[in-house]
């Protein structure tokens, strides 16, 4: 589906049953973020919530899903960079919810709690590998080491087998769009380089450049895709880049990574 430029500067965009896209769209950044954002009855969940600057963009978004934010009552951050955590403290002030708590990994809270002391800060290894809404709705979590940091994880929606990937299959992005498009015949190529089809981007390329420069080696990387492989998956929802949005073009753009070497330090060494 196709957004025009107003929807996406100022809506929430519906990606699977109680997730809304909640990021922003700027032609003059080649890497886009992507807060998400669950709500389940009278609970929610944001992932990733976004860095200072784009604090009110996400905030009106979320407040255009019709949700309170005293609503939420769970932070998820998939790793401690400033464009997932920068926007703690503000979130912080507008949720005004004292049972709020930051879910993430025990090497990232260390980190994180220099955003912001205020709110507990959980590992979610001591929850089982899980958090579950009131109504039984289940958000588990696994663990991606070094991709790209110590305590990097994926954060897997078993309601709508929605996989937030984090930087994981992220993207560069000269020309964005929300949701990927893979065109016939892209499947099989073999030399995202030079499309054979002439086509003006290629939906792939940014895909597997971004990846091999953001996580640390090939077998950090390799790890985590098996990991990865063994969910029952219908969309991935990265961090960066665009949505992978159907099961198909999951399914390719695994493909893709697979193939991939050189990755971190070891296209050094």
Known sequence: MEYTLEQLEKEPIKIAEGIYWVGYTDENRGLHCNPYLIIEGDEAVLID??????????????LRTGLNPSKISRLIYQHYDPDLCGSL???????????LKVLSHKENNVFIHYYSDRTEKIDFRDLGGYYDFSTGRRLEFYGAPYCHL?????????????LFSSDLFGSYDSRW????DIKDGCSDCENTDDCYQNLPKCAINGILNFNRIIMTSNRAFSNALDTIEKLDIDRIAPQHGSIINTRQDVNTI?????????????SLL
């Open 177 to 180: 769009s929300l949701m990927l």
């Open 254 to 266: 695994f493909k893709h990574l697979r193939k991939l070497d050189n990755i971190g330090i070891d």
């Open 49 to 62: 919530g976004g860095n200072r600057d784009d604090f009110s963009t996400v905030m009106l978004k979320i």
């Open 150 to 162: 110590p305590g990097s994880f994926v954060t897997y929606d078993t309601k709508t087998k929605t």
């Open 89 to 99: 403290p503000q979130l912080e002030d507008i949720i005004n919810n004292k049972d």
